[in-house]
């Protein structure tokens, strides 16, 4: 069972910037694209963006296009989630996610990933 752990949450002003790591316990081969969500309170778990291990072809959610950006680091079984102009509407628990299957269409469900980490706070101050 793959296991992921993030890293790189905190507190940031308004503007500022957050890189965020997910790792990976091992980059298997059921492992076929890394996604990154989130979750304020109260609210449903959000799509954030999502990445293909051996192509590395991206898509993300509107609210986050030309702020976010997702990255990977395959010797290092790592994917990144770099942040910035951050907002306070950003705040929330951003979880990584790992889906085994191939898509045409990226994934953007909760329900598309198989595995996911224990998530990490971003709190964005105004």
């Known amino acids: 069972q793959v296991q992921l752990v993030e890293s790189g949450g905190g507190l940031v002003q308004a503007g500022g910037s957050l890189r965020l790591s997910c790792a990976a316990s091992?980059?298997?081969?059921?492992?076929?694209?890394m996604g990154w969500f989130r979750q304020a309170p109260g609210k449903e778990r959000e799509f954030v963006a999502v990445?293909?291990?051996?192509?590395?072809?991206?898509y993300y959610a509107d609210s986050v296009k030309c702020r976010f950006t997702i990255s990977k680091d395959n010797a290092k079984n790592t994917v990144y989630l770099q942040m910035n102009s951050l907002k306070p509407e950003d705040t929330a628990v951003y979880y990584c996610?790992?889906?085994?299957?191939?898509?045409?269409?990226?994934?953007?469900?909760?329900?598309?990933?198989?595995?996911w980490g224990q998530g990490t706070q971003v709190t964005v101050s105004s």
């Open positions: 990445i293909r291990w051996s192509s590395g072809s991206t």
């Open positions: 996610a790992t889906r085994r299957g191939r898509y045409y269409n990226p994934p953007s469900s909760p329900r598309d990933y198989d595995y």
């Open positions: 091992e980059r298997t081969f059921s492992s076929y694209a």
